[in-house]
């Protein structure tokens, strides 16, 4: 089955320093990968998109993630943590077809400590 | 705005009870999209309309729930006889049908949280 998998339920950083947010996607054909940002009492937010063209993708608020197909990994990373990026993250993949339907991970909670 | 919005925000049932919700899609959005969102858990995908045709189900809606979209423009997901394990939010979201092969941004609402006692 179609899954992804977040390594990690909860990550603490301080502000300022970097952030690395683990993400794995199982393949069985070319996906699309997806980060979204869930804000307390907020919609899902997209924060970055890859869909086949540049490996190293670049999205709001300064947040980047690396497609490696090798590792099946799609890790988001800041280099500088802020206050306001404490959120829930959720790495999603979508293998396209005719629903185009979203398989969420379950999730990462980012705390970022003053 | 001219985002998706859902209404209620928030909804406190009994069980046993029916509740509906409503999801108003971006206005040019022909797709659209239901999710359900447990306790720490990310959203699974529930159903989806292309304009006023629901196009697929996923095995998660039983046959308590019935989703509608009557007119292609906003839609309804009501639940009958709520049970506890009903309590999640329910999420919506639209997007513009993908061009073959592609993928389309799906933008969400803030949510309908609803709780069964």
């Known amino acids: 089955a179609q899954s992804v998998t977040q390594l990690d339920s909860h990550v603490s950083v301080s502000e300022g320093t970097p952030v690395l947010l683990r993400c794995n996607y199982s393949?069985?054909?070319?996906?699309?990968l997806f980060w979204y940002v869930q804000h307390p009492n907020k919609g899902l937010q997209l924060l970055l998109k890859?869909?086949?063209?540049?490996?190293l993708v670049k999205g709001i608020n300064g947040f980047e993630a690396e497609f490696k197909k090798s590792e099946t990994s799609f890790h988001l990373t800041k280099p500088s943590a802020h206050m306001s990026d404490a959120a829930e993250y959720f790495c999603?993949?979508?293998?396209?077809?005719?629903?185009?339907?979203?398989?969420f991970g379950t999730g990462t909670l980012l705390a970022v400590q003053p | 705005d001219t985002g998706v919005s859902q209404d209620p925000r928030h909804k406190i049932t009994k069980r046993g009870q029916n509740v509906t919700f409503r999801c108003d899609p971006i206005?040019?959005?022909?797709?659209l999209y239901w999710y359900r969102q447990t306790l720490g858990q990310g959203p699974e995908f529930l159903t989806y309309?292309?304009?006023?045709?629901?196009?697929?189900k996923s095995r998660l809606l039983s046959d308590r729930f019935s989703a509608e979209r009557p007119k292609g423009s906003f839609s309804t997901l009501e639940i009958q006889r709520t049970e506890q394990g009903d309590s999640a939010m329910y999420l919506c979201?639209?997007?513009?049908?993908?061009?073959?092969?592609?993928?389309?941004?799906?933008?969400f609402g803030p949510g309908t949280r609803l709780t069964v006692l």
């Open positions: 393949s069985s054909y070319s996906p699309s």
């Open positions: 309309f292309q304009n006023e045709a629901q196009l697929e």
């Open positions: 979201a639209s997007s513009l049908v993908p061009m073959a092969g592609g993928q389309n941004e799906q933008f």
């Open positions: 890859y869909t086949s063209a540049a490996t």
């Open positions: 206005s040019e959005h022909n797709r």
């Open positions: 999603v993949v979508s293998y396209g077809g005719a629903t185009n339907k979203l398989i």
